[in-house]
Structures are given as structure tokens and as C-alpha cells.
């Protein structure tokens, strides 16, 4: 699905399953469950992406996640395997 084709519906769904896996990634960091926060913190990126390309300026405040610090440049992740 192309980012500029979501609908307001998609997006809003997108930015609550953002904040919810993030929130997510906390309880299971305090409870010490790193796969869980792993996959969780997974689930926040790529909802954080796809919603990055959607509409960059409405979701700002998701930008403080440290979870969401992973590369993008998936050609030299390709090159290396």
C-alpha cells in the first residue's frame, strides 16, 4: 500500500498502534521480557514508518522513542548477506 494512499481511518489506527506498542515496549522492559519488547518495539517501528511516510508532521511526538533508532538503509543490510 502506497503511504499516500492511507485513508484518515488507516492513519488513525496506525498512530493507536504506535502509541499502544510502545507503551507495549515499556511494561515489557520493566518486567524483563526482551523478546517481547524486541517484537513489540518492531510492531512501534514499522507503524511508526509507514505512518512517517503517510504524514510526517502529525506524529512528531512519536519521534522520542528510542526503540525507533534502527537503520533504514536496507541495500547495505542486502550487500552484507
Known amino acids: 500500500m502506497a503511504n ?7 492513519i488513525d489506527s496506525l498512530q ?3 502509541t499502544m506498542s510502545n507503551e507495549l515496549v515499556q511494561m515489557a522492559e520493566a518486567s524483563r521480557f526482551p523478546m517481547i519488547s524486541y517484537l513489540l518495539g518492531m510492531a512501534y517501528a514499522e507503524a511508526f514508518d509507514v505512518l512517517r511516510g503517510a504524514q510526517p508532521a ?18 547495505a543490510q542486502q550487500r552484507r548477506a
Open 16 to 18: 493507536y498502534i504506535a
Open 4 to 10: 499516500q494512499s492511507l485513508r484518515q481511518s488507516e
Open 58 to 75: 502529525r506524529h512528531a511526538q512519536l519521534s522520542g522513542n528510542p526503540m525507533h533508532a534502527r537503520p533504514k538503509d536496507n541495500q
